[in-house]
């Protein structure tokens, strides 16, 4: 079983016990708001999405990992890849996205565990290239695929909210990890 880990974080497989923490991150309207159409999630839904993801670790090799925070064992979020179906222009690609609780924000912990899963998927999958995808605005998360080593390459509307995206990507050779 794949875990990675940084100075700050633990990026492992799920756990039942994560279903509830994620499910408060997931419901909180602030994180939500530049997910697809800004809806929050529920418990159960969270739970599908868990489940879901758990899948993609094993048709894919690669999945979301959950983010434990290292000092205190707290749940802090999800990074990791996942194929982004959701824009089927994009595809085939694989996708580095990341969501942390809003009372972790600001620290660089995305950015930290953003890093070694890109680093995991170019060194330990092969991938030739990995996209990100932020909704106009979201500049935050423009910020991170920037510090990410990240170039814009395309604009369009993601056809299940209607908004538009930008698409970044990144190949070994620009991965910011030297």
Do not use: C, Y
Not at 5 to 31: C, F, G, H
Not at 141 to 150: P, T
Request: glycine share 10%; no cysteine.
């Amino acid at each position: 079983m794949v875990v990675l880990e940084t100075p700050r974080l633990i990026l492992r497989r799920w756990r039942e016990e994560d279903v509830a923490p994620m499910a408060a991150i997931n419901a909180d309207p602030d994180v939500m708001r530049w997910i697809r159409d800004g809806s929050v999630r529920d418990e159960r839904q969270t739970r599908d999405g868990i489940k879901a993801w758990e899948r993609e670790w094993e048709t894919e090799g690669f999945g979301l990992f959950a983010l434990e925070e290292r000092a205190t064992g707290q749940m802090v979020g999800f990074t990791g890849l996942a194929v982004p179906r959701f824009l089927p222009e994009l595809l085939p690609a694989v996708e580095v996205g990341w969501r942390l609780g809003s009372v972790h924000w600001g620290q660089g912990l995305a950015t930290e565990a953003a890093t070694a899963v890109v680093r995991f998927g170019f060194e330990e999958r092969g991938l030739e290239r990995i996209v990100s995808v932020a909704q106009v605005g979201n500049d935050a998360s423009e910020r991170i695929m920037v510090k990410l080593g990240m170039r814009l390459f395309h604009e369009t509307v993601s056809p299940g909210s209607g908004r538009r995206v930008r698409v970044f990507e990144l190949s070994p050779d620009r991965d910011g990890t030297d």
